[in-house]
């Protein structure tokens, strides 16, 4: 694709989307950040970094695109996932579930990744100033907290560092980003994504990569800026699309499963004699009238979940996977 915008500070679409733009993340877990995962493909492999750090994990979902990126560029990185992983205000309160969770996803990372669980402050400590190249805010979206957690982690960033904020668009609940975002994009190079609930993307570093500048500097030029927000805004529905008919999938697979279960039951149970000759496993017959609505129900059910499916949506942009 070859789109030019038309103005002074004008930016081609092709400095700003690439192959890994394209691909489907590898693990589908519940998130606000799913329209993301194009965009977060792309700035791994255009800022190249050594040290990515997250704070805000929860299910793990922007975290794992991230170390996806990593693996299949094949960057000599090292990326930290920072939570306690037991909620905020925000995200809700939650058991050891979720961490568990997190720690398994986790295990095909495991060379380069590593999950530190602890608040953000005092995790902070264990990082060595000018040392991270990627830094993802999504921790509790306060005001105090959101500059708390900037303000803290700004010296950690190195000269290529770049920030990440996400829930820039979101202004109601107590979310503070947004005020936040509006006071360090008057300092700092910048670029926003409205979808997904917003995704603000901040040039700490004077010495980002070209691809990365190129991306800032579209922020001066409205039509180059609409190009990248919608090619983006396309790809990310097309992933959230991919994610809702992968999440039907399992359901239809679980159903399916329960009804071959209880079709074997109710076979077993017709094709025993002693069924029908002997008064004792008479009761077996009203088991098998109760399997035989249960497996008419849940035929309906399955049958229901995968009418209302329907096709996927041709991508605006094919997968390259």
């Given amino acids: 694709m070859n789109l030019q915008a038309c103005d002074q500070s004008s930016v081609s679409l092709n400095s700003c989307i690439s192959q890994s733009s394209y691909w489907l993340p590898d693990v589908m877990t519940a998130s606000g950040w799913v329209e993301h995962a194009p965009f977060g493909f792309w700035i791994t492999g255009a800022l190249r970094p050594r040290s990515i750090v997250e704070l805000g994990v929860h299910h793990g979902f922007s975290y794992f695109v991230l170390c996806q990126a990593v693996q299949r ?73 959101v500059r708390q957690d900037f303000e803290s982690w700004l010296p950690k960033l190195s000269k290529r560092g770049v920030a990440l904020f996400h829930d820039t668009a979101e202004h109601d609940n107590g979310f503070g980003v947004y005020q936040v975002w509006e006071k360090l994009r008057s300092r700092y190079p910048h670029f926003e994504f409205m979808h997904g609930h917003g995704l603000g993307i901040l040039g700490v570093g004077d010495d980002v990569p070209a691809d990365v500048h190129q991306l800032f500097q579209a922020s001066g030029s409205v039509a180059s800026a609409q190009l990248i927000r919608t090619a983006y805004e396309r790809l990310g529905a097309f992933v959230a699309n991919a994610q809702r008919l992968a999440g039907q999938s399992i359901e239809i697979g679980k159903l399916t499963q329960q009804v071959r279960q209880l079709e074997a039951v109710k076979a077993s149970y017709e094709a025993s004699t002693s069924w029908r000759l002997t008064a004792p496993l008479r009761a077996t017959a009203r088991l098998v009238k109760s399997a035989n609505g249960a497996v008419g129900d849940l035929r309906n059910t399955l049958n229901d979940v995968a009418s209302t499916s329907g096709e996927a949506p041709e991508p605006v942009y094919r997968s390259q996977r």
């Fill in 73 to 145: 560029l094949r960057l000599d990185a090292r990326c930290f996932a920072i939570d306690s992983w037991v909620g905020d205000e925000h995200a809700g309160f939650y058991g050891d579930d979720v961490y568990d969770a997190v720690c398994s996803h986790n295990r095909r990372y495991d060379s380069f990744s590593r999950l530190i669980r602890s608040d953000f402050s005092d995790a902070c400590g264990q990082f060595a100033d000018g040392s991270i190249d990627l830094l993802h805010i999504d921790g509790c979206h306060s005001y105090e907290a």
